[in-house]
């Protein structure tokens, strides 16, 4: 019976670990629309910083996450979108293509 205990505390304690890992991840995007337009942003967890500003998770839709400085009832109105399977990030309505580093 004991060894249950010990299994079931080993299993809360990583699952409680696992949710205090950050991911951190350099991205280099491109302009698609016009090619001399490239910068970085970084993804720190819950946070975008992209030209030294950072930008605050404010949710997703789908494959979709939504960044702002300040966010707005309706995630859709954020001023970033970023679909990171297909690094596809948009700001302000003007597109960008990313790869990670």
């Given at each position: ?19 205090d ?32 500003k ?30 990171q ?17």
């Amino acid at each position: 019976m004991n060894y249950i205990k010990i299994i079931t505390i080993l299993i809360l304690l990583n699952l409680v670990a696992a949710c205090d890992r950050r991911d951190y991840v350099t991205w280099k995007c491109q302009s698609l629309e016009q090619n001399d337009v490239s910068f970085s942003m970084i993804l720190d967890g819950a946070n975008l910083n992209m030209n030294s500003k950072n930008f605050l998770y404010c949710g997703s839709l789908g494959p979709y996450s939504y960044f702002d400085e300040n966010c707005p009832s309706d995630i859709k109105e954020s001023k970033i979108n970023f679909e990171q399977k297909l690094g596809i990030l948009v700001v302000s309505q003007k597109k960008y293509q990313c790869k990670a580093l």
